[in-house]
């Protein structure tokens, strides 16, 4: 299993565009980059996932380069509510069941 | 279209009870687990299904036993709660491999052993 690397805390201001970087130097060819995001006293929900390149949804964007080591979350011009507990996981899934880890996430402060 | 349910939703218990959270997921999914998670910590696996018949360990099964009653149910059991279990538990179906893969995850159970 891959383990993946995130700053602990993030801080930024409404309006503004955050990236948070995760780092995944382990990553096995059959593994994709899956993002979720959890509010306080809520379980974590889908927010991204990608193989390689650029995946945007209506949600936020992932970037991925060539080598596939880190990947980069993108949310766009956040707001108050986008404070949250931001995960990045790696993992194939495969058919035996998808023991993916959730490390402890990102926490992103957005202020006013 | 309820998802994953969870119950309770709270839970207090005295050191040395027992008691079963139940999971429901109502999406036909085939994967099942239950995590924990600590105050600011991330999620840790404790059991998952694959599928209906199976279970499996995951990295912190100590203390805990599970049951795949059917497709749409999975259960978890402490037979003899201890003051470390203390803890949010979370269910999550899984659908899909790969690419489509993606976990649904129900609200949690919050549970304090005194």
């Known amino acids: 299993l891959a383990k993946t690397t995130q700053p602990i805390s993030m801080d930024s201001y409404e309006g503004q565009e955050v990236n948070i970087t995760c780092s995944h130097n382990?990553?096995?060819?059959?593994?994709?980059i899956t993002w979720y995001q959890q509010f306080p006293s809520q379980g974590p929900r889908f927010i991204i996932q990608?193989?390689?390149t650029k995946v945007t949804n209506e949600v936020a964007s992932l970037f991925i380069p060539a080598d596939r080591k880190s990947s980069t979350l993108s949310l766009p011009r956040v707001s108050l509510s986008d404070t949250a507990v931001y995960y990045c996981?790696?993992?194939?899934?495969?058919?035996?069941?998808?023991?993916?880890?959730f490390g402890a996430g990102t926490r992103l402060f957005v202020k006013a | 279209n309820a998802g994953v349910t969870q119950t309770p939703k709270f839970q207090v218990l005295k050191t040395g009870q027992s008691m079963t959270l139940q999971c429901a997921q109502d999406?036909?999914?085939?994967?099942m687990y239950w995590y924990r998670q600590d105050p600011g910590m991330g999620l840790r696996l404790i059991y998952y299904?694959?599928?209906?018949?199976?279970?499996d360990k995951g990295e912190v099964p100590n203390g805990y036993n599970v049951s795949r009653l059917n497709k749409r149910e999975f259960s978890l059991r402490l037979e003899s709660a201890a003051p470390s279990q203390t803890s949010v538990y979370f269910c999550?179906?899984?659908?899909?491999?790969?690419?489509?893969?993606?976990?649904?995850f129900g609200q949690g159970t919050r549970l304090t052993v005194v």
């Open positions: 999406m036909n999914h085939n994967s």
């Open positions: 299904s694959a599928s209906e018949g199976t279970t």
């Open positions: 990608g193989y390689k």
């Open positions: 382990n990553i096995a060819t059959n593994d994709y």
């Open positions: 996981l790696v993992g194939d899934g495969g058919t035996g069941g998808f023991k993916t880890i």
């Open positions: 999550a179906s899984w659908i899909g491999t790969g690419e489509s893969a993606e976990a649904f």
